[in-house]
């Protein structure tokens, strides 16, 4: 229970960090109420490839990666591609970026990810537990596959990274790839696994399972866009939505890339890019992996989940309002054909959501310096689903009174 008189917090944003956060709040005993434009986990967390993997603490930015990024221009089949209408407005988030990608910053990067994902299945296990969804986590690792020995070693230092949480990486030759996956192509020689990892088998699922375990123990779910968030002399004194007004003690902000407008209305300028993704599931694969796979220099993700074959990944860089481009999807579906040979592509669906991205990989955790009241949960790119538990904890502790269990320093809102 909290160690404070239980107050009024409204949460913003259903995705999986908001829906985490408000059910950590409503068991801490806070009058709870989670406000989104639409249902629970319909927007980016219905597309997420399901990765639970607490070593997962490389940066998107690395050193070297400039030189990457032509060839990966010219690939129709590439995992970046920019829409060079949007460029001028995200130049100056890119500069960020690469800035970020120097191999000091980069360690201090990871460190700060190994305080917030390391901890991922602990604190996920109380609200599975309390609401039953435990059957969605398989805790069975992660297997990062590469067709050559100079592939393995273009990875070393992210190995190192990972390595570095403490957690075991094994490094395994094409025999040992194919007695612990045997439907993959025969073209992966090299890989590594961590046998610690895992994967959630229906994202969507999982967030709504938890809205639904949420409302059953007196949480407030409504289905409202917040417009605007009105201040007063100690901070957000009202939020105003589409169709009503809530007077709160306190306010979590947890919308993903929709979060930058209510921090603006607060002072604070934050640089937050969309890395709009995509993704194809496949209902009758034929041929599937057991556990979730990683091509390395694909940069696609396969998981297996309770609706198929998930096959997600690339990064585009096109804003919020672009209409999506579904030859990314389909792109998707001819790497994992090659990827896994007999598997079947027929009757897929596509989809594309908006990675809310920050130039370091760090999301923004913590309370708003212009707000007391405010706090923020936002940003954590292509890691939402990993970071979401231990962000609902943190956020938790810190409305609670009690301090919090890890650093906050490194995910400040003003550190850009």
Excluded at 138 to 167: C, M, N, P, W
Excluded at 307 to 334: F, H, K, N, Q, S
């Amino acid at each position: 229970m909290a160690e404070t008189q239980p107050r009024r917090v409204a949460v913003i944003g259903a995705g999986i960090v908001g829906t985490v956060t408000a059910s950590y709040l409503l068991r801490d005993g806070h009058q709870v109420t989670l406000i989104d434009r639409v249902g629970p986990g319909e927007m980016t967390s219905f597309g997420n490839t399901g990765g639970i993997s607490p070593a997962s603490v490389v940066p998107v930015a690395m050193p070297g990666m400039l030189k990457d990024v032509p060839r990966w221009l010219a690939d129709p089949l590439g995992p970046l591609h920019v829409r060079w209408r949007h460029l001028p407005a995200c130049l100056p988030w890119l500069i960020k970026f690469l800035r970020a990608g120097r191999p000091e910053r980069v360690r201090e990067i990871a460190a700060a990810l190994t305080a917030l994902n390391r901890p991922t299945f602990e604190a996920y296990e109380p609200l599975l537990k309390d609401a039953g969804l435990q059957r969605l986590f398989h805790r069975t690792g992660q297997l990062f596959v590469y067709r050559s020995q100079q592939a393995l070693e273009h990875d070393r230092f992210a190995i190192e990274l990972k390595r570095s949480t403490g957690l075991r990486v094994d490094i395994l030759n094409a025999d040992e790839i194919r007695q612990l996956e045997p439907s993959l192509s025969a073209d992966f020689t090299h890989a590594h696994f961590i046998p610690d990892h895992g994967h959630c088998k229906n994202p969507g699922g999982l967030v709504q399972g938890l809205a639904r375990h949420f409302v059953e123990r007196g949480g407030i779910l409504l289905r409202e866009e917040v417009r605007a968030i009105e201040l007063g002399a100690d901070g957000a004194r009202r939020l105003l939505t589409d169709s009503d007004a809530h007077e709160p003690d306190c306010v979590v902000i947890a919308c993903g890339i929709w979060s930058t407008r209510f921090a603006r209305q607060l002072g604070h300028k934050v640089p937050l890019e969309s890395h709009r993704g995509y993704h194809v599931t496949l209902p009758d694969p034929k041929a599937a992996p057991r556990i979730m796979v990683l091509s390395s220099e694909d940069k696609i993700a396969i998981t297996p989940m309770e609706m198929g074959l998930r096959i997600g990944g690339t990064v585009e860089l096109a804003g919020l309002d672009a209409p999506p481009d579904y030859a990314r999807a389909r792109g998707l579906l001819r790497l994992a054909q090659r990827a896994i040979p007999g598997l079947n592509g027929e009757g897929y669906t596509q989809w594309m959501g908006h990675r809310p991205c920050l130039p370091d990989s760090l999301p923004v955790l913590g309370p708003s310096p212009r707000a007391r009241n405010v706090h923020f949960a936002f940003g954590h790119g292509h890691q939402g689903l990993l970071g979401a538990s231990k962000t609902g904890q943190v956020i938790a502790e810190l409305i609670g009174n009690r301090p919090p269990s890890i650093d906050l320093a490194p995910f400040r809102v003003d550190r850009f």
